[in-house]
């Protein structure tokens, strides 16, 4: 009791605030209050201020010019856009590279194991949550359409065979000189051998885009270029590269000056292959007037 008794006179305890003219004294307004509800109030002013205050930095622009270092909303939103391009880029960035190294593989001779086999196959298998659907469990109405896709594919090959032909002619040689080796795929040797002066022009044999000019070690200076209709042209052992990677050439245009680099090369030679359909052929039956 002592001490509530105590806790009343001290915050309990009346006063009253008055509010006088200055000149005479009249009394203007006058409040009651305690120290007590004088605590409160000042409590309760501050919290709403408080409230206030964050509702501006929270809710409002104002943020953005008070807050140092905050980012509008809309450099959020283009932050977040810029960086799903990137993600995107570096995705395609990631899918072309690994076609360029395997087509470089495959270009310098190299052994490229299939991807698909029948491990693979049986791990789809094992993998998959159904059973496989095999050629006896496909309706009659599917049956008819492979057939006829199939007999479809047998008529377009069979009707155009000199399109075929045309597709792996060469329209330009690479380079004008004698013949030091010829294909012969066995040993591993993919194209044929043209020996001429160093420091002879190489040419392109057909319009499309360099998808390869580098160093390689056993080809020296090599150039891959990519033409219509799956077609690949490869220049080995070169003195020096006159175009980059991603240019676009035409039949007939400087590419490179004829070497011996790389240490496949027993001397000064352009060495070329022609690639259709992922397959290599040999050259000298597709050059013009090789034939």
Same mark, same amino acid.
Request: hydrophobic share 40%; no cysteine.
């Given at each position: 009791?002592?001490?509530?008794?105590?806790?009343?006179?001290?915050?309990?305890?009346?006063?009253?605030?008055?509010?006088?003219?200055?000149?005479?004294?009249?009394?203007?307004?006058?409040?009651?209050?305690?120290?007590?509800?004088?605590? /409160?109030?000042?409590?309760?002013?501050?919290?709403?201020?408080?409230?206030?205050?964050? $509702?501006?930095?929270?809710?409002?622009?104002?943020?953005?010019?008070?807050?140092?270092?905050?980012?509008?909303?809309?450099?959020?939103?283009?932050?977040?856009?810029?960086?799903?391009?990137?993600?995107?880029?570096?995705?395609?960035?990631?899918?072309?590279?690994?076609?360029?190294?395997?087509?470089?593989?495959?270009?310098?001779?190299? !052994?490229?194991?299939?991807?698909?086999?029948?491990?693979?196959?049986? @791990?789809?298998?094992?993998?998959?949550?159904?059973?496989?659907?095999?050629?006896?469990?496909?309706?009659?109405?599917?049956?008819?359409?492979?057939?006829?896709?199939?007999?479809?594919?047998?008529? /377009?090959?069979?009707?155009? =065979?000199?399109?075929?032909?045309?597709?792996?002619?060469?329209?330009?040689?690479?380079? %004008?000189?004698?013949?030091? @080796?010829?294909?012969? =795929?066995?040993?591993?040797? $993919?194209? !044929?051998?043209?020996?001429?002066?160093?420091?002879?022009?190489?040419?392109?044999? *057909?319009?499309?885009?360099?998808?390869?000019?580098?160093?390689?070690?056993?080809?020296?200076?090599?150039? %891959?270029?990519?033409?219509?209709?799956?077609?690949?042209?490869?220049?080995?052992?070169?003195?020096?590269?006159?175009?980059? %990677?991603?240019?676009?050439?035409?039949?007939?245009?400087?590419?490179?000056?004829?070497?011996?680099?790389?240490?496949?090369?027993?001397?000064?030679?352009?060495? $070329?292959?022609?690639?259709?359909?992922?397959?290599?052929?040999?050259?000298?039956?597709?050059?013009? *007037?090789?034939?």
């Amino acid at each position: 009791m002592g001490k509530f008794r105590q806790f009343r006179q001290r915050w309990l305890k009346p006063y009253r605030l008055i509010l006088h003219e200055e000149q005479t004294y009249l009394e203007k307004w006058q409040m009651r209050v305690t120290r007590w509800g004088l605590l /409160m109030a000042s409590g309760t002013l501050i919290l709403l201020l408080s409230s206030f205050i964050y $509702f501006l930095l929270a809710w409002t622009p104002l943020k953005e010019l008070i807050i140092p270092g905050y980012a509008s909303e809309s450099s959020r939103q283009r932050a977040i856009q810029a960086e799903l391009k990137a993600d995107s880029a570096m995705v395609i960035l990631e899918t072309q590279a690994r076609y360029l190294e395997a087509l470089k593989t495959i270009l310098s001779g190299d !052994v490229v194991p299939d991807v698909i086999n029948e491990a693979s196959i049986d @791990s789809l298998v094992q993998l998959s949550d159904g059973p496989l659907l095999t050629d006896w469990e496909l309706t009659q109405e599917e049956e008819a359409l492979r057939e006829q896709v199939e007999e479809e594919d047998r008529f /377009m090959l069979q009707r155009d =065979p000199a399109k075929v032909e045309t597709m792996k002619s060469i329209p330009f040689a690479p380079v %004008s000189g004698e013949i030091s @080796s010829d294909y012969d =795929p066995s040993i591993g040797h $993919f194209g !044929v051998d043209f020996v001429a002066p160093e420091g002879s022009v190489i040419h392109a044999v *057909d319009d499309g885009v360099v998808i390869l000019a580098s160093y390689t070690s056993d080809g020296g200076y090599v150039i %891959s270029i990519q033409h219509l209709g799956n077609r690949v042209s490869v220049y080995k052992h070169n003195k020096s590269l006159l175009v980059e %990677s991603g240019d676009r050439v035409q039949a007939g245009d400087a590419i490179a000056m004829l070497g011996g680099t790389g240490t496949h090369s027993t001397g000064p030679h352009a060495h $070329f292959e022609w690639w259709v359909e992922g397959q290599p052929l040999d050259p000298m039956m597709w050059l013009p *007037d090789s034939n």
